[in-house]
Protein backbone atom coordinates (compact mmCIF):
# COMPACT_ATOMS: atom_id res chain seq x y z
CA UNK A 1 0.00 0.00 0.00
CA UNK A 2 1.15 3.11 -0.93
CA UNK A 3 0.45 6.63 1.82
CA UNK A 4 -0.70 10.05 0.19
CA UNK A 5 -0.47 13.19 2.55
CA UNK A 6 -3.42 15.31 0.65
CA UNK A 7 -3.98 19.28 1.92
CA UNK A 8 -3.97 22.63 -0.07
CA UNK A 9 0.11 23.32 -0.75
CA UNK A 10 0.76 26.57 1.21
CA UNK A 11 -0.14 24.26 4.36
CA UNK A 12 0.89 21.32 3.27
CA UNK A 13 4.83 22.70 3.00
CA UNK A 14 4.67 25.37 6.07
CA UNK A 15 2.97 23.56 8.85
CA UNK A 16 3.96 20.51 7.97
CA UNK A 17 7.42 20.84 7.12
CA UNK A 18 9.07 19.57 10.27
CA UNK A 19 7.44 16.12 9.80
CA UNK A 20 7.73 16.26 6.40
CA UNK A 21 11.88 16.35 6.89
CA UNK A 22 12.29 14.17 9.95
CA UNK A 23 9.65 11.76 9.64
CA UNK A 24 9.28 11.29 5.77
CA UNK A 25 12.50 12.42 4.03
CA UNK A 26 14.95 11.62 7.04
CA UNK A 27 14.39 7.95 7.29
CA UNK A 28 13.24 7.90 3.51
CA UNK A 29 9.76 6.85 3.47
CA UNK A 30 7.79 6.34 0.23
CA UNK A 31 5.43 8.66 0.95
CA UNK A 32 3.48 10.42 -1.94
CA UNK A 33 3.03 14.27 -0.62
CA UNK A 34 -0.28 15.90 -2.90
CA UNK A 35 -0.33 19.76 -2.50
CA UNK A 36 -3.65 21.11 -3.92
CA UNK A 37 -4.54 24.52 -5.09
CA UNK A 38 -0.83 25.48 -5.46
CA UNK A 39 0.38 28.50 -6.67
CA UNK A 40 -1.85 31.21 -6.80
CA UNK A 41 -4.71 29.13 -7.31
CA UNK A 42 -6.74 30.33 -4.56
CA UNK A 43 -6.69 34.22 -6.36
CA UNK A 44 -8.01 36.51 -4.38
CA UNK A 45 -8.01 34.85 -0.84
CA UNK A 46 -4.40 36.77 -1.11
CA UNK A 47 -0.80 35.73 -0.06
CA UNK A 48 -1.51 33.93 3.28
CA UNK A 49 -3.37 31.10 0.78
CA UNK A 50 -0.44 31.27 -2.19
CA UNK A 51 2.02 28.57 -2.47
CA UNK A 52 5.16 30.18 -3.97
CA UNK A 53 7.62 28.75 -1.51
CA UNK A 54 7.18 24.86 -1.24
CA UNK A 55 9.45 24.18 -4.24
CA UNK A 56 12.46 26.13 -2.97
CA UNK A 57 11.54 25.26 0.60
CA UNK A 58 11.45 21.25 -0.31
CA UNK A 59 14.28 21.35 -2.76
CA UNK A 60 16.59 21.97 0.55
CA UNK A 61 14.89 18.38 1.98
CA UNK A 62 17.02 15.37 1.24
CA UNK A 63 15.31 12.51 -0.30
CA UNK A 64 12.18 14.29 -2.05
CA UNK A 65 11.37 14.40 -5.69
CA UNK A 66 9.37 17.32 -6.62
CA UNK A 67 6.99 17.45 -9.58
CA UNK A 68 4.72 20.02 -11.07
CA UNK A 69 2.50 18.37 -13.88
CA UNK A 70 1.96 20.38 -16.83
CA UNK A 71 -1.41 18.79 -17.88
CA UNK A 72 -3.98 15.82 -17.02
CA UNK A 73 -1.17 13.42 -19.03
CA UNK A 74 1.42 14.22 -17.24
CA UNK A 75 -1.00 14.58 -13.60
CA UNK A 76 -1.95 10.76 -14.51
CA UNK A 77 1.52 9.72 -15.20
CA UNK A 78 2.92 11.66 -12.20
CA UNK A 79 0.79 9.46 -9.86
CA UNK A 80 1.48 6.17 -11.25
CA UNK A 81 5.45 7.29 -11.00
CA UNK A 82 4.85 8.40 -7.45
CA UNK A 83 3.61 4.93 -6.44
CA UNK A 84 5.85 3.31 -7.69
CA UNK A 85 8.76 5.30 -6.32
CA UNK A 86 10.60 4.00 -3.47
CA UNK A 87 11.30 7.95 -2.24
CA UNK A 88 9.44 10.07 -1.07
CA UNK A 89 7.57 12.14 -3.74
CA UNK A 90 5.70 15.48 -3.46
CA UNK A 91 3.15 16.37 -5.98
CA UNK A 92 1.97 19.97 -6.69
CA UNK A 93 -0.99 20.66 -8.13
CA UNK A 94 -3.07 22.98 -9.43
CA UNK A 95 -7.27 23.75 -8.89
CA UNK A 96 -8.83 24.36 -12.30
CA UNK A 97 -8.74 21.43 -15.35
CA UNK A 98 -5.64 21.93 -17.46
CA UNK A 99 -5.58 21.61 -21.37
CA UNK A 100 -3.84 18.64 -22.58
CA UNK A 101 -0.54 19.60 -24.51
CA UNK A 102 1.09 18.51 -27.32
CA UNK A 103 4.07 16.83 -27.31
CA UNK A 104 7.01 15.03 -29.12
CA UNK A 105 6.80 11.72 -27.41
CA UNK A 106 3.82 10.47 -25.21
CA UNK A 107 5.72 9.49 -22.01
CA UNK A 108 6.79 10.39 -18.72
CA UNK A 109 9.19 9.45 -16.39
CA UNK A 110 10.65 10.95 -13.25
CA UNK A 111 13.82 13.31 -13.74
CA UNK A 112 12.97 13.73 -17.65
CA UNK A 113 11.99 16.62 -19.27
CA UNK A 114 9.22 16.23 -22.37
CA UNK A 115 9.18 17.95 -25.19
CA UNK A 116 6.28 19.91 -26.06
CA UNK A 117 7.55 21.68 -28.99
CA UNK A 118 10.99 22.23 -31.15
CA UNK A 119 13.04 26.02 -31.36
CA UNK A 120 15.80 27.30 -31.66
CA UNK A 121 15.88 30.90 -30.93
CA UNK A 122 14.42 30.52 -27.52
CA UNK A 123 13.63 28.10 -24.95
CA UNK A 124 11.35 28.48 -22.45
CA UNK A 125 11.71 25.95 -19.74
CA UNK A 126 8.39 25.75 -17.09
CA UNK A 127 6.64 23.78 -14.91
CA UNK A 128 3.18 22.79 -14.27
CA UNK A 129 0.14 25.20 -15.09
CA UNK A 130 2.51 27.51 -17.29
CA UNK A 131 4.14 24.86 -19.64
CA UNK A 132 0.28 25.86 -21.29
CA UNK A 133 1.07 29.83 -21.43
CA UNK A 134 4.58 29.03 -22.78
CA UNK A 135 3.25 27.26 -25.46
CA UNK A 136 0.94 30.25 -26.30
CA UNK A 137 3.98 32.40 -26.01
CA UNK A 138 5.68 29.77 -28.67
CA UNK A 139 2.24 30.42 -31.16
CA UNK A 140 3.00 34.17 -30.84
CA UNK A 141 6.18 34.11 -31.29
CA UNK A 142 6.31 31.75 -34.74
CA UNK A 143 4.19 34.69 -35.94
CA UNK A 144 6.82 36.95 -35.85
CA UNK A 145 9.06 34.18 -37.80
CA UNK A 146 11.11 33.49 -34.07
CA UNK A 147 11.40 29.45 -32.96
CA UNK A 148 10.53 28.76 -29.51
CA UNK A 149 11.46 25.40 -27.75
CA UNK A 150 9.59 24.30 -24.90
CA UNK A 151 10.02 22.31 -22.30
CA UNK A 152 7.54 20.77 -19.43
CA UNK A 153 10.01 20.02 -16.51
CA UNK A 154 7.62 18.42 -14.57
CA UNK A 155 10.48 17.49 -12.45
CA UNK A 156 12.14 20.29 -10.52
CA UNK A 157 13.97 17.44 -8.08
CA UNK A 158 15.56 15.48 -9.86
CA UNK A 159 16.35 18.31 -12.09
CA UNK A 160 16.71 16.87 -15.95
CA UNK A 161 20.19 18.70 -16.99
CA UNK A 162 20.82 16.44 -20.02
CA UNK A 163 17.45 18.96 -21.46
CA UNK A 164 18.61 22.48 -20.17
CA UNK A 165 22.32 21.83 -21.50
CA UNK A 166 20.45 20.96 -24.51
CA UNK A 167 18.41 23.96 -24.87
CA UNK A 168 21.44 25.97 -23.98
CA UNK A 169 23.20 24.54 -26.86
CA UNK A 170 20.89 24.84 -29.61
CA UNK A 171 19.03 27.36 -28.54
CA UNK A 172 19.84 31.95 -28.20
CA UNK A 173 18.33 32.40 -24.97
CA UNK A 174 16.45 30.33 -22.37
CA UNK A 175 13.24 31.58 -20.02
CA UNK A 176 12.23 29.90 -17.15
CA UNK A 177 8.76 30.11 -16.26
CA UNK A 178 6.74 28.73 -13.21
CA UNK A 179 3.89 29.62 -11.02
CA UNK A 180 6.22 29.86 -7.67
CA UNK A 181 8.41 32.74 -6.37
CA UNK A 182 11.52 33.56 -8.53
CA UNK A 183 13.47 32.44 -5.58
CA UNK A 184 14.55 29.38 -4.79
CA UNK A 185 12.60 27.39 -7.74
CA UNK A 186 12.83 25.94 -11.38
CA UNK A 187 14.76 29.33 -12.82
CA UNK A 188 16.93 29.26 -9.59
CA UNK A 189 17.98 25.51 -10.32
CA UNK A 190 18.65 25.60 -13.46
CA UNK A 191 20.83 28.96 -13.57
CA UNK A 192 22.57 27.48 -10.82
CA UNK A 193 23.37 24.23 -12.99
CA UNK A 194 24.16 26.51 -16.35
CA UNK A 195 26.50 28.58 -14.20
CA UNK A 196 28.47 25.56 -12.46
CA UNK A 197 28.44 23.95 -16.09
CA UNK A 198 30.37 27.13 -17.16
CA UNK A 199 27.75 28.14 -19.61
CA UNK A 200 26.49 31.43 -20.45
CA UNK A 201 23.47 32.69 -22.20
CA UNK A 202 21.07 35.24 -21.90
CA UNK A 203 18.66 33.98 -19.30
CA UNK A 204 15.86 35.22 -17.79
CA UNK A 205 13.50 33.96 -14.66
CA UNK A 206 10.01 34.40 -14.88
CA UNK A 207 8.00 33.95 -11.78
CA UNK A 208 6.37 35.92 -8.82
CA UNK A 209 8.84 38.46 -7.08
CA UNK A 210 9.86 38.40 -3.49
CA UNK A 211 6.96 40.41 -2.24
CA UNK A 212 3.15 39.88 -1.07
CA UNK A 213 1.69 38.95 -4.01
CA UNK A 214 -1.27 41.23 -5.48
CA UNK A 215 -5.22 40.38 -5.22
CA UNK A 216 -6.86 39.26 -8.23
CA UNK A 217 -7.96 36.00 -9.63
CA UNK A 218 -5.19 33.57 -10.32
CA UNK A 219 -5.00 34.43 -14.11
CA UNK A 220 -4.74 38.59 -13.39
CA UNK A 221 -2.02 37.78 -10.58
CA UNK A 222 -0.21 35.72 -13.13
CA UNK A 223 -0.47 38.31 -15.85
CA UNK A 224 0.51 40.99 -13.52
CA UNK A 225 4.07 38.84 -13.40
CA UNK A 226 4.15 38.59 -16.66
CA UNK A 227 3.20 35.13 -17.15
CA UNK A 228 1.14 35.31 -20.22
CA UNK A 229 1.59 34.50 -23.47
CA UNK A 230 1.84 38.29 -24.62
CA UNK A 231 4.12 38.63 -21.50
CA UNK A 232 6.29 36.06 -22.12
CA UNK A 233 6.58 36.61 -26.01
CA UNK A 234 7.28 40.48 -24.65
CA UNK A 235 10.40 38.86 -23.02
CA UNK A 236 11.83 36.66 -25.40
CA UNK A 237 12.17 38.96 -28.39
CA UNK A 238 13.49 41.63 -25.70
CA UNK A 239 16.22 38.91 -24.59
CA UNK A 240 17.40 37.81 -27.83
CA UNK A 241 17.34 41.25 -29.97
Known sequence: KKVFAVSPACFLTARGLEQIKNDVAY????????????????????????????????RAVHNISIIVPADNFETREAVLAACDSESPVYLKLGKKPMPLLPRMLKTFRIGKASVVSEGSDVAFIASGETVAVAYHASVLLSEKKISAKVLSMHTIKPLDTEAVLEAAGHCRAIITVEEHSISGGLGEACASMLMQAGIRIPFKIIGLLDEATVTGSQNEILSHYGISGPGLCETALKLIE
Do not use: E, F, R, W
Not at 36 to 42: N, P
Open 27 to 58: SNQPVVLVGISAGVSYGALGSTHHSIHDVAVL
